[in-house]
Nanobody
């Protein structure tokens, strides 16, 4: 079993930065890919960034490229999402997700086996 715990959300003004953290507990050896998703009120959950644990290859949604950066720290069993140049449209609940196997459909929520509880990010104009 694996547990994911997010932290680091908050409220910032447009143009500001936040760093989200996802701590991974349990049978971490079973996890090969992780990602950050977000969900705004009334909208579907969408993938914003993914990372392959073995070789740290990353992938991003076009809407966040150049502004959000996903990274991992194996020693701390953690994954991070550095968020810069934030915009009001980035406002959402952000979730950390993990899965046993990596595939081409990194941004599909149903492909993930474990989820955190979420952390709220609010960006004001």
């Amino acid at each position: 079993q694996v547990q994911l715990v997010e932290s680091g959300g908050g409220s910032v003004q447009a143009g500001g930065s936040l760093r989200l953290s996802c701590a991974v507990f349990g049978y971490t050896e079973s996890i090969n890919c992780m990602a950050w998703f977000r969900q705004a009120p009334g909208k579907e959950r969408e993938g914003v960034a993914g990372i392959r644990i073995l070789d740290r290859v990353t992938v991003y949604d076009d809407s966040v490229k150049g502004r959000l950066t996903i990274s991992q720290d194996n020693a701390k069993n953690a994954v991070y999402l550095q968020m810069d140049s934030l915009k009001p449209e980035d406002t959402a609940m952000y979730y950390c997700a993990a899965r046993w196997s990596c595939g081409s459909t990194w941004s599909v929520p149903a492909q993930y086996n474990y989820w955190g509880q979420g952390t709220q990010v609010t960006v004001s104009s």
